[in-house]
């Protein structure tokens, strides 16, 4: 099973470096990236990905509002938001927006790609007892 995913991070090189350790795993298909959240919005709508990978401060949409919209369309993609400190405030309101989880942009390469090796056991035991939205 393949786990296909949207990258949206308004920072172009820390986009390339999730890119590339994501495509690094063949499990994992980055089908869009996007550099603000009115492009994540659009993609993960038109795309319908497993995994949206969010980052919480971009430009002209928040990944906190980005979040929120994408669940305001029923879409049941997973959303992991991306920020640079674990503060509890920005974790929680992204957890009240409707995401996942989160990851810290500090995260180490291979803890990223045993996140979506874990994401990817999941998916499949959902989709399998056919609960995978």
Do not use: C, H
Request: charged share 30%; net charge negative; aromatic share 4%.
């Amino acid at each position: 099973m393949t786990v296909r995913a949207v990258v949206a991070e308004d920072q172009g090189l820390v986009r390339a470096g999730l890119v590339s350790i994501m495509r690094s795993d063949p499990g994992v298909e980055v089908v869009v990236e996007a550099a603000n959240g009115e492009e994540a919005i659009a993609a993960v709508g038109r795309t319908r990905p497993d995994v949206a990978l969010i980052d919480v401060r971009m430009p002209q949409v928040d990944g906190l509002e980005a979040t929120r919209r994408i669940r305001a369309e029923g879409n049941s993609t997973r959303v992991l938001v991306l920020t640079t400190f674990g503060e509890d405030d920005v974790v929680f309101e992204a957890l009240r927006s409707g995401a996942d989880g989160f990851l810290l942009k500090d995260t180490r390469p291979e803890d990223l790609r045993r996140r979506l090796s874990l994401l990817r056991y999941w998916l499949a035991v959902l989709r399998e007892r056919g609960d995978a939205g």
